[in-house]
């Protein structure tokens, strides 16, 4: 099992920057992939970013490339999102997800999921 706890989410203004955390605990990742999803009220939920947690390749969807980054703490066992130029379009609930084996654009391939956290950005 592993646990994941997120932090960070709030409320901004559009083209201000905030960074999500993910608590990782419990089993060891490191032939894991880890990711952020959001879901907007009414959508599916869907893959924004997503690293390897040992090779680090990433993988980041068309709506965020150039504005996001993900990136993971060995040390804390920790990943984190870096969202920059944030727009309205951005809002949604933010969840971080691991899986064993390589990312998957299919949110139902990912096993373990963090609470959620609220990213809420006006315009």
């Known amino acids: 099992q592993v646990q994941l706890v997120e932090s960070g989410g709030g409320l901004v203004q559009a083209g201000d920057s905030l960074r999500l955390s993910c608590a990782a605990s419990g089993r060891s990742l490191p032939h894991s992939a880890v990711g952020w999803f959001r879901q907007a009220p009414g959508k599916e939920r869907a893959l924004v970013a997503g690293i390897m947690w040992r090779a680090g390749g990433t993988y980041y969807s068309d709506s965020v490339k150039g504005r996001f980054t993900i990136s993971r703490d060995y040390g804390n066992n920790t990943m984190y999102l870096q969202m920059n130029s944030l727009q309205p379009e951005d809002t949604a609930v933010y969840y971080c997800?691991?899986?064993?084996?390589?990312?998957?654009?299919?949110?139902?391939?990912?096993?373990?999921w963090g609470q959620g956290t609220q990213v809420t950005v006006s315009s």
């Open positions: 997800a691991a899986k064993v084996g390589p990312y998957s654009v299919n949110f139902k391939a990912w096993p373990y």
